[in-house]
């Protein structure tokens, strides 16, 4: 299992309901990135971890949003009270620390696609 | 804040074509730049990527594209496509103190034959 995982690749829910997303980053990778696809439009950026904090969480839409990564490694992304707007496709990556300040490659999921009727 | 704008939403190419796919970025703070690519029913994968160093950096699959810091643009090239190509690109940015991608809204590549 060398790449980025996630599960489930689809999930379809009602409006209202409560809906989990998990990420296997790369082994070894520190960093693990969440983003949101909208049927044609660019990824967008929801939250950063570095190990097991939130680094940087200024893409969650609002509080209905929030990710955890107990252990450093395995990631979930949690959606209370969906709604149909909240429908897309949700990204994972991962990527090493990089070094003297430099990013380092994020290496993608395939996705989960996610549909709220 | 950064932006990344891709004014072609489609490009459509004659197989063995050249090609070229528009990129420009806005950033306060200096810049890393990205290309991923989005084959049909695949997830993305970074084509080209611009660190630092030379400006003009090279995919394994004969794309080029040149950072140009004056223009801020990031623009992909390739002399000659083939159908395999087709696909839809993203250009990205991130920068100094921000880790996070910013995409642009993609260009799907549509090589005919």
């Known amino acids: 299992g060398a790449g980025v995982s996630q599960t489930p690749s689809n999930k379809v829910t009602e409006k209202g309901k409560y809906v989990e997303l998990r990420c296997d980053p790369i082994?070894?990778?520190?960093?693990l990135y969440w983003y949101r696809q909208s049927l044609g439009q660019g990824p967008e950026f929801l939250i950063y971890?570095?190990?097991?904090?939130?680094?940087?969480d200024s893409g969650l839409p609002n509080d209905r949003f929030f990710a955890v990564r107990p252990e450093g490694s395995v990631s979930t992304l949690k959606i209370q009270r969906t709604e149909r707007g909240d429908s897309a496709v949700y990204l994972c990556a991962s990527s090493g620390t990089g070094t003297g300040g430099r990013t380092d490659t994020q290496y993608f999921g395939p996705g989960t696609r996610l549909t709220v009727l | 804040a950064q932006s990344v704008t891709q004014l072609d939403s489609q490009v459509p190419v004659f197989e063995e074509a050249p090609v070229e796919l528009r990129c420009n970025y806005s950033?306060?703070?200096?810049?890393?730049l990205f290309w991923y690519v989005q084959y049909p029913n695949q997830g993305l994968q970074l084509l080209l990527k611009?660190?630092?160093?030379?400006?003009l950096v090279e995919s394994i699959n004969g794309f080029e594209a040149e950072f140009n810091k004056s223009q801020t643009s990031f623009h992909l090239r390739k002399p000659s496509v083939h159908i395999s190509d087709t696909a839809e690109y993203f250009c990205a940015v991130s920068g100094t103190g921000r880790r996070a991608l910013t995409f642009g809204s993609g260009t799907r590549l549509q090589v005919q034959p």
């Open positions: 082994s070894g990778h520190t960093a």
């Open positions: 950033s306060s703070v200096s810049v890393y």
């Open positions: 971890f570095q190990g097991t904090g939130a680094a940087d």
């Open positions: 611009y660190l630092s160093g030379s400006t």
